[in-house]
């Protein structure tokens, strides 16, 4: 039989990996979280409002990178409701430590409450309460996300979930923004993202402050199926599967001739498919509109 063997080093960076995403340490003591290695890291903040912490999940999934390898070798998450094994006074109190000292990326992922801030409370405080404290003190703010970027889902419920920059501008907080939209946003416009930030490297954005790298053509640019469009060859019957695998869907409700974003180039799942490749029509969800202004996703655009 055939024995798996690792070396000490890779034991240690699997172990470590392991305790810097529950929110451990080697040595627990107190109410220590993070070790001391992981302090001397860029930190970063990771707030949730109203959201299905679909985002996380998807950076969560991403095989390369991987979020070990993020925390080992780029960044310290000093924060995060979801991911983290602290919880209660203790993980509150992570947040509050971080916050005063300041100098983080803060990433918020979700909608706030524009309509009443008691829609959306955690511990006790409106999340735009904990935003507003949290942005005073990041070195730049991201956005993750269709709904922290600009309301999303939520902005079309009685909550009237507003994007980070409405909190911004209603604050007077003058904070870099970097917005990456998408329900969820892709794992790697986030990495890509704070990678680019910690080297020191200039992020070129449009006018919804989206990086022009991952956003720069729309899908349209590059679908499979725009051949298909070129050519007038438009899909109107699902059980047809000769239009079903290749016709262009605009018929059918598509918005990727109108929405930003670099899928068919990157696509999803590691490089696996993505929305059109997949004869599901673009719902346009990188873009301000989604969702209210784009519903119903699949009746065809005027």
Not at 61 to 78: M, Q, V
Not at 265 to 282: E, F, M, Q, R, S
Request: net charge neutral; proline share 6%.
């Amino acid at each position: 039989m055939k024995l798996f063997t690792i070396t000490r080093r890779q034991f240690i960076k699997m172990v470590s990996g392991g305790l810097a995403a529950l929110g451990l340490t080697p040595k627990v003591k107190g109410t220590e979280l993070f070790s001391s290695t992981s302090l001397k890291k860029p930190a970063v903040v990771w707030l949730e409002a109203q959201d299905c912490a679909g985002c996380t999940e998807s950076v969560l999934s991403c095989l390369e990178p991987d979020l070990k390898t993020f925390l080992l070798d780029t960044a310290a998450i000093r924060y995060h409701e979801t991911i983290m094994k602290a919880e209660g006074s203790i993980a509150e109190s992570a947040l509050d430590e971080a916050v005063n000292e300041g100098g983080y990326i803060l990433v918020v992922e979700g909608s706030i409450p524009a309509a009443d801030a008691r829609f959306c409370r955690v511990s006790g405080k409106s999340s735009e309460e904990t935003f507003v404290k949290a942005a005073g003190n990041a070195l730049v703010i991201i956005a993750i996300g269709a709904c922290a970027s600009y309301g999303g889902i939520p902005r079309a419920g009685v909550t009237g979930g507003q994007g980070v920059s409405y909190f911004l501008d209603k604050h007077g907080i003058n904070k870099t923004l970097i917005n990456l939209p998408g329900c969820p946003c892709h794992p790697l416009w986030f990495f890509d993202t704070v990678t680019a930030f910690l080297n020191g490297e200039i992020i070129r954005i449009d006018a919804y402050k989206r990086p022009l790298k991952h956003f720069g053509q729309t899908i349209h640019d590059n679908c499979p199926r725009r051949p298909r469009y070129n050519a007038n060859k438009f899909l109107s019957d699902w059980n047809n599967p000769g239009e079903r695998e290749s016709f262009c869907l605009a018929l059918k409700g598509c918005k990727g001739y109108t929405t930003h974003g670099d899928c068919p180039l990157i696509k999803w799942n590691d490089g696996v498919n993505y929305c059109t490749a997949n004869g599901a029509p673009c719902s346009g969800c990188t873009e301000p509109p989604f969702y209210d202004e784009l519903s119903p996703l699949y009746a065809r655009e005027e």
